[in-house]
C-alpha cells in the first residue's frame, strides 16, 4: 500500500465515522455555540467543508488562495453565512468526494513536492499537508460530539452501549 491507497482509506473511514456524528445534529442546534466567540455548531459544519477544499487546493494544485486569506484575516473571513443543515452536509459529502476523486488522479510520485508560501511561513510536502486534512476532520468531529453531549444528544457510542 503506498501513501496515496493510505490517504483514500483512511479519508474514508474517517468520513464515515463523521457521518455517524453529523447525522445526530438538528437543525436546532446549528446557531448554537457553547460560549461567545467560539464556533456554532453551523460554522463548525461550513469549516470542514471550506477549510478540506482549502488545503486540498494548496496540495494539489499549489493554490494558496485559502490561506491568503484565512492566516491573516481569520477563520471567519473564509466563513461566510452558514446555509441550512441539509446544505451544509451536502457540501460536506460534495467536497470529500472531490478530494478523493482529485487525490486519486495525483501522481503518487508527487506527493514529496514541497508547497511553498515565503510571506506566509508555509512550507510543507503534498502528502503532509493531504494527511493533515483527516487530522482536521477528526479534531473538529470530536468538537462536535462534545457539543452534541452538552445539548443532551446522545453521541454514536452512547447509543450503541443501550
Known amino acids: 500500500m503506498d501513501w ?5 482509506k483512511q479519508k474514508e473511514a474517517t468520513r464515515g465515522r463523521t457521518r455517524q456524528v453529523v447525522g445526530m445534529i438538528r437543525a436546532e ?6 460560549e461567545a466567540g467560539a464556533l456554532t455548531v453551523g460554522e463548525m459544519l461550513r469549516h470542514l467543508w471550506v477549510s478540506e477544499e482549502g488545503v486540498r487546493r494548496v496540495a494539489l494544485e499549489g493554490n494558496f488562495t485559502y490561506y491568503e486569506t484565512r492566516v491573516p484575516q481569520g477563520l471567519r473571513a473564509v466563513l461566510a453565512t452558514p446555509g441550512t443543515l441539509e ?21 503518487i510520485e508527487r506527493w514529496d513536492e514541497p ?17 493533515g486534512i483527516n487530522e482536521h476532520e477528526i479534531h473538529h468531529r470530536a468538537q462536535l ?12 457510542e452512547a447509543i450503541a452501549r443501550r
Open 4 to 8: 496515496r491507497e493510505f490517504f483514500l
Open 29 to 34: 442546534h446549528l446557531g448554537w455555540r457553547p
Open 87 to 107: 446544505d451544509e452536509l451536502r457540501h460536506l459529502e460534495r467536497v470529500h468526494h472531490e478530494t478523493l476523486a482529485a487525490v486519486q488522479d495525483f501522481p
Open 115 to 131: 508547497r511553498v508560501h515565503e510571506a506566509l511561513g508555509f512550507r510543507r510536502k503534498v502528502g503532509i499537508i493531504l494527511l
Open 145 to 156: 460530539m462534545t457539543y452534541l453531549r452538552m445539548l443532551g444528544t446522545p453521541v454514536p
